[in-house]
């Protein structure tokens, strides 16, 4: 199973241009550790010093937003994940 996960250049090390990586996982979370995996760097960014995911981060699977309690949610071939920053809130 293949799933793309677009990720904001601003959340890379070094502001690279490889920002879509293909990972694999049956659910958003084995997506995310897959992704750990092929870029080592981005852990700090998308998890906190405990493992958690970061309140830093907006998560959202063919555009729709996950919050934290829904890592475990289902994903199919063809997929996309994005991970950009937070939005901020006024």
Same mark, same amino acid.
Request: with cysteine; proline share 4%.
């Given at each position: 199973?293949s799933? *793309?996960?677009? #990720?904001?250049?601003?959340?890379? $090390?070094?502001?690279?241009?490889?920002?879509?990586v293909?990972?694999? @996982?049956?659910?958003?979370?084995?997506?995310?550790?897959?992704?750990?995996?092929?870029?080592p760097?981005?852990?700090?960014? #998308?998890?906190?010093?405990? @493992?958690?995911l970061?309140?830093?981060?907006? #998560?959202?699977?063919?555009l729709? *937003?996950?919050? #934290?309690?829904?890592?475990? $949610?289902?994903? *199919?071939? @063809?997929?996309?994940i994005?991970?950009?920053?937070?939005?901020?809130?006024?």
């Amino acid at each position: 199973m293949s799933i *793309k996960i677009n #990720i904001d250049p601003h959340l890379l $090390e070094n502001h690279s241009n490889n920002t879509v990586v293909e990972v694999r @996982g049956n659910t958003v979370g084995e997506c995310l550790v897959h992704l750990v995996k092929q870029l080592p760097t981005i852990k700090s960014v #998308i998890f906190d010093k405990d @493992g958690n995911l970061s309140f830093a981060i907006d #998560i959202n699977v063919n555009l729709e *937003k996950i919050w #934290i309690e829904k890592l475990a $949610e289902p994903v *199919k071939d @063809g997929d996309e994940i994005s991970i950009s920053p937070e939005e901020a809130v006024e």
